[in-house]
């Protein structure tokens, strides 16, 4: 609900990769958080649901499957860096994208409730861009 | 760089103030302190350790020498690193009592290699960790200070249970951070500019705000702001923009905050804008004069970050002319205060 949700996906978000879409996103959180952060990412392109599961991150010039990244508690993703979504659509250079996203990220010093359970910090993105070469 | 006369608490700024700032291309950590000291919104400095250091809890022997160095070149005084005890670090479970120290204290070391002679850590450090990190601190010189932000009041449990233990311990290297989200007379302009971007009805935000300000414990208002705004038509992600004003804006009276006294080792001047009227500059929604008389009558000399915050929902006032229209302020309330015999 501020001035940083605006930023998660930018206009030269979009990478069109042999292997698919490429995504850089930036963190709506002024703080760098640890990779099990990355709670929530509900994704869609072109109207299809992207399974979270089929995702690849790049972070910290580590690429890693999406699942793993919940045992990734001793590296962050900082402030000023993207983290690259690498998503299985196919795409060329020049094509635009209708991109939608919710990131959910988990924020693991604000216990919420009676169970302390992290507060989930939403930001949600729907922007038509156009990837560019690799 | 201008300083509050002597015996005065001392003014300063936190880079969290300059969120937006830092993700502007050509920034880096060395333009946004050194713009602080050109700007004389020191002579305090703090920074939020995960949000300004690449690389934290970890920082390599050469970013600790190249971060003091341009600490040293801005002239400003290090006066506290925020650093973060995440508790809820992996899925599922919440870090033990033995993680929680570790996490900490490998980042009280970070702090006392950089210069800062306090760390901010947040309510979920409990007073047994604090205890357990207490003889660290003292041996690195460095203060450890629970933040009080709202939704935290002096009345809450977690900070009567840190106020026994502070004083039980009787030790200068722990104690408390007030942040003067907690004790704030209006909800700030650049909420409705937030609130009208995300679609909220005008009329649900007014609703909110009176509720806000009605009598009675905030926590008790959640299921009656609930109910209306989900009959008003509000949506899940809005209704839940509206209990964060409830949650980031707490109305404890500042006169209250003399409670946290002698436990007081920073203070954050958390503010979302100071404006120029018929009677010259005020800030609606913090009652400076009375903080200031507070911080002066306790005797306060250490640092009072100036924290603008209203970044976190608008981009409508530019952050340094906030921050010099709060030091200005601040600086004239300070020294008009009555001196104090200690």
Redesign the interface.
Known sequence: MGPLDDQVVREDSLTATPDGLDVAIYTHWYRALPLPSLAKVELTVDGERIDPQSLAVTVNGHRYAYAELAAKGDEYWFTTDPAVLHVPVETAPGREHRVQLLLGLSIPYILTGPDRVPLLAPSSTDKTLTAAGA | MTDTAPGLPRLGTTL?SL??E??KPGRDLASLVGEIAARDLGPGLEM?A??SL?G?PHPSEEQVREVRGVIESSGLTPSCLAI????????GR?LSADESYEYVAVQVRGAAALGFPVTRV?V?TSPATLERLLPLAEELGVKIGVEIHAPLTVDAPPVAALKEAFVRLDTPWLGFIPDMSASMRAVPEAVHD??R??GIAPELTALTERLWASPGLTADKFPELEARAAEAGATP?QI??LK?LFTMHGRMDPDRWAEFFPHVVHVHGKFYGVFDGPDGASDPSIDWPAVARVLVEQGYTGFISSEYEA?????RWNVFDQLRAQHDLLKRLLEAQPAVAR
């Open positions: 969290f969120t937006l830092q993700r939020v995960f949000q690449r934290w973060n005890n995440d508790l809820g670090l992996y899925p919440l947040g979920e937030a609130h971007a995300a992600p839940g923009n964060m970044h976190a929902y608008s981009d």
